[in-house]
């Protein structure tokens, strides 16, 4: 884990020097430059999602973004962006299937509506999108030599005058410079993967029907029975706030969560609320994806709560000390109605695919 | 319930424009803003969030972890006894700075003697999506299972009995429980200058005053729970009282 903290440090060594790159370089739409905004298509009852001013979505930052995503060209290791957040697994892949060291990395969240996300990293720990990468460059993912990456783009066909329409007037082929720019074209395509084409959307749409199960499940979920509604509520399945969900009552490296990034008693054990949304296809789960199925998430719900003192107070309903008490019935159709998020078209989606 | 979902998507749309209402801008200035900003105590503590450190008239030493809420239904009264309403839905988190104010423009100068709210939405309004889709809207969404439309009012935190601390959740909602605010006797004055008042909450005083609210006899989660929720708004005309 204490490479993780490198990456994270690396960031913030990077965010630090931000101020002095991004004023100057970042392209503006009115700088009249030849870019084509993009407009993110926003499904009904979404909130307005975070697009930060000085990284404005473009066709042509996206098709950047949506190359270098796909291209082992910024690493040592032939690992791409792909590697760990492979679309036709739902844009993330279990750990121990690429060989990753059993707890060293946190469980690789899938990246779906991260537009919508205020915060990136399980414990928040990115206040925006558009750095996110830029740690990816670092041992524990990439292993970049960025003298050497530097040549490998400089000596491709396309890739400098993609750069050059994208970051106009500007000479982004400079060690910490070129780590930006890269993360910012890549924060442009993750933003433009939504999924918002489940049954379940169809359903509120008015064009399909739940299964008497599936309803029934979406009736726990969305009452005080399950109580699943007030964190993982609305369109997004998530409240983007962070909770103790009582996983632990002892708390240690990642585990300590949002506490790691705050400092504060009160953030012990926190984390970030994940989307619902497809978690189907993204096992396993939780931060540190200790629960390989989701019959093991909903009995961490039912019966295997821990409580500490920044439990969230949702979590403590009343005589509910022993857990949900859910019948075996009423935990099948709490999960039939998780598999009606499920929106496969993302898999295979050409526009977020290798290109 | 789906079938009406783009319908209430557009009318969501239709409500957040509400305010255009197009009037000949006039040569003589008749109107002013007012700012009202939102204070919270706990008796005669300023609200500090997140530390077990106050005592409920039921007598167990509690905290606030979330304070959130809607003000709507504004009327400023006016000393002839005419009233000005505003018809905004106002979202206020006791946590968060960015909603910690209320602006209100285009307020007729004068003298008012005081004004009336409600904390939380009117019948007519608390219907699922009818709010813009904003996160702190659908975040205090309630579900149609459970009766449809929004979260009144989100408290929620911490308190400590004989066996132990324990979390509470006193959520409002549900048609019947908005809890109607009449401040006859705060009086202020719109200006052609930017008007300031305070709204100070006491969060004890939903606790009491008429009924004491004990966790541990009326419940540490109010939402579905109809008696406990009347009583939590019976007990809540009285929070803004200076
Ligand atoms: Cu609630």
């Known amino acids: ?355 | 319930m789906k079938g009406i979902y783009y319908f209430l998507f557009v009318v969501s749309i239709l409500a957040s424009c509400r305010k255009d209402t197009t009037e000949s801008p006039l040569p003589v200035v008749t109107s002013g803003n007012l700012n009202i900003t939102m204070a919270y105590r706990f008796d005669s503590s300023m609200l500090q969030t997140d530390t077990i450190k106050y005592k409920n008239a039921a007598g167990y030493k509690m905290s606030i972890t979330r304070l959130q809420y809607y003000l709507s239904n504004f009327k400023f009264l006016n000393s002839d006894g005419s009233t000005y309403s505003i018809n905004q839905v106002c979202y206020l988190d006791a946590k968060d700075p960015n909603f910690s104010n209320i602006k209100f423009t285009d307020v007729p100068l004068g003298n008012y003697k005081g004004l009336s709210f409600t904390i939380g939405l009117d019948t007519s309004i608390n219907k699922t999506y009818y709010l813009p889709a904003t996160v702190e809207n659908n975040n205090m969404e309630w579900p149609p299972a459970m009766g449809g439309g929004y979260h009144f009012m989100k408290l929620e935190g911490y308190f400590v009995d004989t066996s132990g601390t324990w979390g509470y959740n006193m959520h409002l909602g549900n048609n019947g429980t908005a809890v109607a605010v009449s401040l006859a006797n705060k009086p202020f004055s719109i200006t052609q200058t930017p008007s300031n008042i305070q709204l100070k909450m006491n969060i004890s005083e939903w606790f009491k005053n008429p009924s004491v609210y004990d966790f541990n006899i009326d419940g540490v989660f109010s939402m579905g729970n109809m008696a406990a929720m009347l009583k939590l708004k019976n007990n809540g005309s009285d929070v803004f009282n200076d």
Not at chain 1, 265 to 294: E, I, S, V, W
């Open chain 1, 1 to 355: 884990m204490r490479n993780r903290y490198f990456v994270v440090m690396l960031f913030a060594f990077f965010v630090a020097c931000r101020n002095d790159v991004s004023t100057s370089i970042t392209p503006t739409p009115s700088d009249g430059s030849s870019l084509t905004p993009y407009t993110l298509n926003i499904p009904p009852r979404f909130p307005k999602p975070y697009l930060p001013d000085y990284n404005p979505l473009t066709v042509e930052g996206i098709t950047l973004g949506r190359r270098l995503f796909y291209d082992s060209i910024l690493s040592s290791n032939g690992r791409s962006c792909s590697y760990c957040h492979h679309q036709n697994l739902g844009f993330m892949v279990k750990n121990s299937d690429i060989g990753l060291a059993p707890g060293l990395y946190p469980n690789i969240p899938a990246l779906i509506n991260e537009a919508w996300n205020p915060y990136y990293g399980w414990d928040g720990v990115f206040p925006d999108a558009d750095h996110v990468a830029i740690g990816d460059f670092g041992p524990m993912f990439f292993n970049s030599n960025i003298v050497n990456v530097i040549a490998k783009l400089k000596a491709d066909p396309t890739y400098p005058a993609m750069f050059k329409k994208v970051f106009p007037g500007q000479d982004v082929f400079v060690d910490g410079v070129l780590q930006e720019r890269v993360a910012f074209a890549l924060a442009q395509f993750v933003r433009t993967i939504v999924s918002s084409n489940s049954k379940f959307d169809k359903y509120m749409m008015g064009f399909t029907q739940l299964t008497p199960e599936e309803a029934d499940g979406y009736d726990l979920f969305m009452t005080e029975k399950g109580d699943c509604f007030h964190c993982h509520g609305s369109m997004l399945f998530t409240d983007n706030g962070f909770h103790n969900t009582g996983l632990d009552s002892v708390f240690d490296g990642f585990n300590r969560g949002r506490f790691n990034v705050t400092g504060e008693a009160k953030d012990m054990g926190l984390f970030r609320t994940p989307t619902l949304r497809n978690c189907a296809l993204t096992a396993p789960y939780m931060h540190d994806g200790r629960y390989q199925t989701l019959d093991e998430v909903i009995e961490h719900y039912n019966s295997g709560v821990h409580k500490t003192a920044t439990i969230d107070p949702i979590m403590t309903l009343p005589g509910k000390e022993m857990g949900l008490l859910l019948s075996n019935t009423q935990k099948q159709h709490l999960k039939a109605f998780l598999l009606t998020l499920t929106d496969t078209t993302i898999l295979s989606n050409p526009q977020y695919s290798r290109p």
